[in-house]
């Protein structure tokens, strides 16, 4: 199972979109694909984008499982 997200945040005053850039295995694979992209695409669409890595075995947070009860 492919545990690590890398997500493009777009910039939300820019109207920069946010994406998936895609799943990798470990963290230092998607930790390479999230610095190539910054070095490269930082700047796309007009406005300001960052290339952010979620763990997917991370237990939900809190305030988000109470919206659901």
């Known amino acids: 199972m492919k545990k690590y ?3 493009n ?3 939300i005053e820019c109207g920069v979109s946010s994406d998936v850039v895609g ?3 470990t963290e230092e694979e998607a930790q390479n694909v999230a610095d190539a992209c910054g070095r ?3 700047w796309r ?3 300001q984008n ?3 890595i979620f763990d997917l075995t991370k ?3 809190e305030e988000y499982v ?3 009860k």
């Open 5 to 7: 997200l890398v997500f």
């Open 9 to 11: 945040v777009g910039c």
């Open 23 to 25: 799943l990798y295995d």
């Open 40 to 42: 490269e695409l930082s």
């Open 45 to 47: 669409e007009g406005g």
């Open 50 to 52: 960052l290339f952010e």
């Open 59 to 61: 237990p939900q947070a």
């Open 66 to 68: 109470a919206v659901f």
